[in-house]
């Protein structure tokens, strides 16, 4: 995957840092590809942060995921890099991310990664 990907994604200022509050953003068409068959996999992504001084731009985030739509990777893959990549950049007290993918098989997946900002 390029580092280009990530060039998409923007944040802007949270206006309540100093605020614990939650967001919460479902992205019910993320689609990608099986890397063994080429098969396209569709998925909801379901993201919960809890901001710090950044906010993930709405737009910018489903033009960064429409990215994977040509995309060989496992769920397990995206999922985690997807995570890494708003951590680097909006660098949230937590985030959460809950991939719940559609049947392939008869079985369905879900993968769950979460953030928890190290404090010092």
Same mark, same amino acid.
């Given at each position: 995957?390029?580092?280009?990907?990530?060039?998409?994604?923007?944040?802007? +200022?949270?206006?309540?840092?100093?605020?614990? #509050?939650?967001?919460?953003?479902? *992205?019910? %068409?993320?689609? @990608? &590809?099986?890397?063994?068959?080429?098969?396209? +996999?569709?998925?909801?992504?379901?993201?919960? #942060?809890?901001?710090?001084?950044? *906010?993930? %731009?709405?737009? @910018? &985030?489903?033009?960064?995921?429409?990215?994977?739509?040509?995309?060989?990777?496992?769920?397990?893959?995206?999922?985690?890099?997807?995570?890494?990549?708003?951590?680097?950049?909006?660098?949230?007290?937590?985030?959460?991310?809950?991939?719940?993918?559609?049947?392939?098989?008869?079985?369905?997946?879900?993968?769950?990664?979460?953030?928890?900002?190290?404090?010092?």
């Amino acid at each position: 995957m390029s580092e280009s990907f990530t060039e998409v994604l923007e944040v802007f +200022d949270n206006q309540f840092p100093e605020r614990d #509050y939650s967001i919460q953003i479902v *992205c019910p %068409e993320f689609t @990608s &590809l099986c890397p063994k068959t080429g098969q396209p +996999d569709f998925g909801v992504l379901t993201f919960t #942060y809890i901001p710090d001084r950044f *906010c993930v %731009e709405l737009k @910018s &985030l489903k033009m960064y995921l429409q990215q994977f739509r040509n995309e060989g990777i496992f769920y397990e893959h995206a999922t985690n890099r997807i995570v890494d990549n708003l951590v680097d950049s909006i660098k949230p007290r937590r985030l959460k991310c809950e991939a719940a993918f559609t049947a392939r098989g008869g079985i369905t997946t879900k993968v769950t990664v979460e953030y928890l900002q190290e404090t010092d």
